[in-house]
């Protein structure tokens, strides 16, 4: 059982940057976790923003991110993070920290495509609210 937990969430001016962070329990990630994030607006389906295959390679970020968010990983401390800038109104949403033991690296780039569908690990999600 992976436990997830993200923080970092608040409310921030359009163009403003935000910085998440996703503490997993200490020994439950390995080199062949793959760990991703995942938001949900309202009345909107879940998407997915991005994973990362924790045993290396380079991240996986849905188009309507790219270029303004990195994901970035240290192992020491068992955290994902989030590094959002250039925020925008439509960012607005709960974001979630999701993993998945003894994943593949084409596995963990499809699951940005599948929003995490497969992903059998959760946090309970941290709101970002972007205001025009």
């Known amino acids: 059982q992976v436990q997830l937990v993200e923080s970092g969430g608040g409310s921030v001016q359009a163009g403003g940057s935000l910085t998440l962070s996703c503490a997993a329990s200490s020994g439950d990630t390995d080199s062949s976790t793959c760990m991703g994030w995942f938001r949900q607006a309202p009345g909107k389906e879940r998407e997915g923003v991005g994973t990362?295959?924790?045993?290396?390679?380079?991240?996986t970020y849905a188009d309507s991110v790219k270029g303004r968010f990195t994901i970035s990983q240290d192992n020491a401390k068992n955290t994902l993070y989030l590094q959002m800038n250039s925020l925008k109104p439509e960012d607005t949403a709960m974001y979630y920290c999701?993993?998945?033991?003894?994943?593949?690296?084409?596995?963990?780039?499809?699951?940005?495509?599948?929003?995490?569908?497969?992903?059998?690990?959760w946090g309970k999600g941290t709101l970002v609210t972007i205001s025009s």
């Open positions: 999701a993993a998945a033991p003894l994943s593949t690296i084409s596995s963990c780039v499809i699951a940005t495509l599948t929003k995490g569908d497969d992903m059998p690990f």
């Open positions: 990362i295959y924790i045993g290396g390679g380079r991240p």
